[in-house]
């Protein structure tokens, strides 16, 4: 029996796209906002998720996300970069690590090892980090000592 492909669900992609959107908004509102540092921890684990609005356009933004976390040097730190959609309220991942351009469906095995549907599974993670944020984090700020 032939396996069947992986067939792109441009619903439930768009859907996720945009509770993305909206769990952006919720964690850097406002049009003027440009930074936000949110700290996170759950049990052991304590780390800084980093938003920086690296462009703004009338009705586009991108957001540059990065993790600090003491995971030590067999894991690293995830860098991500999300479009922002303002006109019809979607977020979109378009780099991760560096890496641009996803595309919606992959064949298998390729020459990056992606997966056929990689672009859908970033873009779940990020709807999975963004809502652990929103659950466990805070707002960052470091405390200064006057004298």
């Known amino acids: ?14 859907a996720v796209c945009e509770a993305n959107y909206f769990r952006l908004c919720k964690l850097l509102p ?3 906002d440009d930074l936000r540092r949110i700290a996170v921890s759950q049990g052991n684990y304590q780390g800084i998720l980093t938003l920086k609005v690296v462009e703004r356009c009338k009705y ?9 976390a003491e995971w030590g040097e067999w894991a690293v730190t995830p860098l991500m970069s999300v479009r922002v959609y303002h006109d019809v309220q979607m977020a979109e991942v378009i780099s991760v690590q560096k890496q641009r351009h996803f595309a919606a469906k992959y064949s298998y095995p390729n020459p ?12 779940r993670f990020l709807a999975d980090w963004l809502a652990f944020c929103l659950e466990q984090g805070h707002l960052y700020e470091p405390v ?4």
């Open 1 to 14: 029996m032939r396996k069947m492909g992986y067939k792109v669900d441009l619903v439930n992609q768009q």
């Open 30 to 32: 406002g049009d003027t």
């Open 60 to 68: 586009t933004s991108v957001i540059s996300l990065i993790h600090d």
């Open 112 to 123: 990056h090892m992606f997966h056929p549907d990689e672009k859908a599974q970033l873009n």
């Open 144 to 147: 200064t000592l006057s004298s």
